[in-house]
């Protein structure tokens, strides 16, 4: 049996002020890195740096997109668009460079020439975990990221000036590194830890690079020393580029026993640690003494189970909604009546955070008999007895959400019936509580309403191991950074810009829509008579959709700007009150990301011609 990889952090390293700051959790010498055990545990820090990442840092980047939009607890704050002091921005430029500066000195160690397999190995591991760094951080901040070129051991001034470089310099380092861990890494067959970077996951990635290479070639970039970017990389054309993406994926899918779970759900079960499906992800565990820093993915987006809503048919013909407590009759041990009152916080319906709502278009997105729907979005509330158990009575339904619009009558009909007293009812919530459903023909259409805080809570990333208490901060469930349907998704992509025609994308993505319908045949509905890169762009996201990776898609894919616009609308209320929203922030500017002021004042030789353009950096 395999065992999970507990990651450690004790590289000593010198903080050099706030930059690049690393804890030191041991006394150990430079020496010990050169032992067998101090090289496996300098490895193991590495992996300790995704953590940091993935925490919730990269989750939160994901945010300013056309998926989700701000809940309550954030209804007012946009910093995700455009405030170069987002705390996020500056932890990921942080820890990213942390992980790159412990690769660096660990690959010194080891050398160019590893005298053995276990050093061989590392060195894949160093590389693999070096090139998703850099690959980060060129596609979040393009040329004008840091390039580390020295190698440090001690805090020197040299260290705090920004080493800016090319996309393409970027990318032929990443390229390099990625191409030796797919020479060097075993399979993850011959793993015994899991977690741990193989050679699956090192083709897996590159596959993904080399997409984004090929979203260089956008006409937007025409002019820019990006453009084409293929080219100056090595291919001969965009159809090599594709093919050896497809191939590498094509690889994945069949060499490695890879295979995707029965149930779309049962992926994101906090207990599946193991998952075949998972090609990488970041481990965590219910042990608190190896889960540090622990996970919180799983808060921004549950909503206020507490809460029901209220539906209001104003004069001038308009819905709105508003919120009251949600209480229902229910009976005791003795079958007396009494109030209940449904908890804020609960391990099986999450820690109520409020950060995001999944938005109209993500969760109309689906077809009613695909069944990730309603595995990604929360429909039915029962009875939680305790805040740390599953429901005792899994029929006992105290709120129904279903992903439909409901009548004013309906709404009247289950709150009467609710203060009759009956210990059986329950309220109805409809997806015309939560967004503007007026007129399918508005321009408010979608928008969500204005309470932003009743909404169907993203389930798909719950952590039902919190079992300390319903309001537990910290989470065990991993994060899983690339599994088997991308590849098929991939393997589609390619085959629609090979020029292979409908059948041929239809056909790679079979496997993917097998699991979601009963009936393969109701799969139909997603087809199209053309092609395009929307359909590539909602295949992605119907499956894969807020998986850490919902900025890199609409980046490579130069669809940023135009799906914020078109599925991120204001409803009539908020337009009223004239409501700041994301779709009123975008632009073109935003396919970079601003450098964070936490790093621009730890740079000493930076200048404001160094920083992307179209944002606020005060007086520098």
């Known amino acids: 049996m395999k065992k999970v990889f507990f990651y450690i952090l004790i590289i000593s390293l010198s903080a050099c002020q706030n930059f690049l700051e690393e804890e030191s959790k041991s006394q150990m010498t430079e020496n010990y890195y050169y032992t067998d055990q101090g090289l496996y545990e300098g490895v193991a820090s590495i992996y300790t740096v995704c953590r940091e990442l993935y925490q919730h840092h990269m989750f939160r980047l994901n945010y300013y997109g056309d998926l989700v939009e701000n809940a309550s607890s954030m209804n007012n704050s946009y910093d995700q668009a455009a405030n170069v002091n987002w705390d996020t921005l500056n932890n990921?430029?942080?820890?990213?460079?942390?992980?790159?500066?412990?690769?660096?000195?660990?690959?010194?160690?080891?050398?160019?020439?590893?005298?053995?397999?276990?050093?061989?190995?590392?060195?894949?591991?160093i590389r693999f975990l070096r090139s998703h760094?850099?690959?980060?951080?060129?596609?979040?901040?393009?040329?004008?990221?840091?390039?580390?070129?020295?190698?440090?051991?001690?805090?020197?001034?040299?260290?705090?000036?920004?080493?800016?470089?090319s996309v393409e310099f970027f990318y032929t380092q990443i390229l390099k590194d990625i191409d030796y861990a797919i020479s060097y890494l075993p399979p993850k067959g011959e793993i015994n830890e899991t977690g741990r970077a193989s050679q699956g996951a090192a083709k897996a990635l590159k596959a993904r690079y080399l997409l984004a290479i090929a979203g260089y070639s956008h006409s937007d970039y025409s002019g820019q020393p990006e453009y084409n970017l293929y080219d100056k990389l090595g291919y001969s054309s965009l159809e090599s580029l594709y093919t050896e993406a497809k191939n590498l994926a094509l690889s994945v899918i069949n060499d490695y026993g890879y295979r995707m779970e029965d149930e779309y759900s049962k992926v994101f079960d906090a207990y599946n640690k193991t998952s075949n499906e998972d090609i990488w992800a970041i481990q965590w565990t219910t042990d608190k003494m190896f889960n540090d820093p622990p996970s919180y993915i799983h808060r921004p987006g549950v909503g206020r189970t507490s809460e029901t809503l209220i539906l209001h048919q104003n004069s001038n013909g308009t819905t709105t909604a508003s919120t009251k407590s949600l209480v229902v009759t229910r009976l005791n041990e003795v079958g007396s009546p009494f109030n209940y009152v449904m908890p804020a916080h609960s391990m099986y319906y999450g820690r109520e955070y409020r950060h995001i709502m999944p938005n109209f278009h993500w969760i109309t997105m689906y077809s009613e008999k695909d069944k990730r729907q309603k595995a990604n979005f929360e429909t039915v509330y029962l009875k939680i007895d305790d805040d740390k158990a599953a429901p005792f009575n899994m029929t006992d339904t105290v709120c129904y959400m279903p992903i439909r619009k409901i009548t004013a009558a309906e709404d009247k009909q289950h709150d009467e019936w609710v203060a009759s007293g009956d210990p059986k009812a329950y309220f109805?919530?409809?997806?015309?509580e939560v967004f503007d459903m007026d007129d399918p023909t508005s321009e408010?259409?979608?928008?969500?309403?204005?309470?932003?805080?009743?909404?169907?809570?993203?389930?798909?990333?719950?952590?039902?191991?919190?079992?300390?208490?319903?309001?537990?901060?910290?989470?065990?469930?991993?994060?899983?950074?690339?599994r088997l349907p991308e590849m098929y998704l991939i393997v589609a992509e390619c085959n629609w810009k090979l020029n292979l025609g409908n059948a041929a994308v239809y056909e790679a993505l079979m496997p993917i829509w097998e699991r979601s319908f009963d009936d393969i045949n109701d799969a139909n509905v997603y087809k199209q008579e053309n092609i395009d890169i929307d359909f590539i762009i909602d295949e992605n996201q119907r499956e894969l959709g807020m998986e850490h990776n919902n900025f890199f898609l609409l980046k490579r894919t130069r669809k940023l700007v135009e799906r914020i616009k078109k599925y991120n609308p204001k409803s009539r209320e908020e337009s009223i009150d004239n409501i700041q929203r994301w779709k009123d922030y975008v632009n073109d500017n935003h396919y970079i990301k601003p450098l964070p002021s936490g790093q621009i004042n730890n740079f000493k030789n930076i200048t404001k011609e160094m920083l992307p353009p179209g944002y606020d950096y005060g007086s520098l």
């Open 428 to 432: 109805l919530d409809g997806l015309n």
């Open 133 to 165: 760094f850099y690959q980060i951080q060129v596609e979040v901040w393009g040329k004008y990221g840091h390039y580390q070129e020295g190698i440090y051991s001690e805090y020197t001034p040299e260290m705090l000036n920004i080493n800016q470089q």
């Open 444 to 482: 408010y259409y979608g928008g969500p309403l204005k309470h932003r805080s009743r909404y169907y809570s993203l389930k798909k990333f719950y952590d039902r191991s919190r079992t300390e208490m319903g309001k537990q901060e910290e989470g065990n469930a991993n994060a899983i950074i690339i």
């Open 92 to 125: 990921i430029f942080a820890r990213l460079h942390k992980g790159i500066m412990i690769a660096n000195r660990l690959e010194n160690i080891i050398g160019e020439q590893p005298e053995d397999r276990v050093k061989e190995i590392y060195l894949g591991e």
